[in-house]
């Protein structure tokens, strides 16, 4: 029994930010950012939009083209860092709105990786045989955690979501995974901001320690990747599609070279989308699926990393 992506949606919020119009706010230019990051606009969530609404559509738009009857779905996992709500989970709204009810829906909480955590244990819960059908998303309103006049960060993240339909099947499949987690590193990439009696203790906006991250991601995404490939028996040369976490184009750039894999075998989106942590991973490969890139029976790899640290990397047959 595997576990089968059956289709994949994605929702981008209509608002684009550009890095001309970014630099009207903070003292930065579209020559940096595009030179260091890749990035030149993001998409930003209206502020009535709430990151259900923006997991909702992506949810749709995954079940509609797999072609799947909402009564058929028995789980939804929600990757997110930018909630809701404290509580209820993210995960419990967006069953509701789709008018699901009564079976399992739960939040990951692993930022930037948290879509292949999510996509892990969904599976796992499949081949189990807890369940048959799972929405897993990844979605974020980054937009509600950045300082925007903070320039070392605010020219980074977008708002997104992205998801996928998983179900079981005699087909593969997904073929491998590989989870990492280290919290000795928790404090390069932050936002400490909780509650407690009634106050917002703690910075409320994402502080990040950007070269330190920058030298981990690199080292650690060719490390879980490689471990991931060779859990499956896997070359890298077989690989059709890395769909990587887009943070950063000069990250991407560095993981497809250590895995010996040209640019053209890379989805990229960071461009457009910017950083959207949990919804990256999704919106990408809802984007190679729909431009015609990805096709059934080819092979692809995933892989994220982002605060606590939290990485993995995910390897299926689509
Ligand atoms: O999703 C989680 C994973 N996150 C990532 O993967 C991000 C990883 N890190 C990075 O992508 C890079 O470290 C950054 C893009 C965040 C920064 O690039 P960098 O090449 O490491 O730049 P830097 O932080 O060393 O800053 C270089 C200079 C500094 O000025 P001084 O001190 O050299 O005078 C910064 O103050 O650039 C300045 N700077 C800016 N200048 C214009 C920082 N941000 C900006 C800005 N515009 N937005």
């Excluded at 399992?104 to 819960?125: I, K, N, S, W």
């Excluded at 499956?232 to 769909?243: S, T």
Aim: hydrophobic share 45%; net charge negative; proline share 3%.
């Amino acid at each position: 029994m595997y576990a089968r992506i059956a289709g994949t949606g994605s929702y981008l919020p209509e608002h684009i930010l550009t890095n001309e119009a970014l630099a009207q706010r903070v003292d930065t230019s579209d020559e940096w950012i595009a030179s260091r990051t890749g990035i030149r606009q993001r998409h930003l969530a209206a502020e009535a939009e709430t990151t259900s609404d923006l997991a909702l559509r992506a949810a749709e738009r995954a079940l509609a083209a797999a072609e799947t009857e909402r009564s058929e779905v028995d789980l939804i996992i929600v990757a997110t860092t930018t909630p809701d709500h404290v509580f209820p989970s993210t995960a419990c709204t967006v069953q509701d709105k789709l008018g699901l009810h009564g079976f399992p829906a739960f939040d990951v909480q692993a930022v930037c990786a948290g879509f292949v955590y999510a996509l892990t244990v969904a599976e796992a819960m499949i081949k189990s045989g807890a369940v048959r059908c799972a929405v897993v998303i990844g979605a974020e309103k980054l937009s509600n955690i950045i300082d925007w006049n903070d320039r070392t960060t605010c020219v980074l993240f977008g708002d997104g979501a992205g998801a996928v339909v998983l179900k079981a099947s005699e087909e593969p499949g997904i073929l491998a995974s590989k989870l990492h987690a280290d919290g000795r590193y928790r404090d390069i990439l932050k936002t400490p901001g909780h509650l407690k009696q009634g106050q917002v203790e703690g910075s409320p906006w994402i502080y990040m320690d950007g070269g330190a991250v920058f030298k981990f991601a690199v080292r650690a995404l060719a490390d879980v990747a490689n471990e991931t490939l060779a859990a499956a028996g896997v070359e890298q040369a077989d690989v059709d599609w890395l769909v990587p976490h887009q943070a950063n184009l000069r990250i991407i750039e560095s993981t497809a070279k250590h895995l010996h894999l040209s640019m053209d075998k890379v989805i990229v989106t960071v461009d457009r989308h910017g950083n959207t942590s949990a919804a990256s991973i999704p919106l990408a490969l809802d984007e190679g699926v729909r431009s015609g890139k990805i096709r059934r029976g080819q092979t692809v790899l995933l892989e994220g990393i982002g605060g606590g640290f939290a990485w993995g990397s995910v390897l299926f047959k689509y």
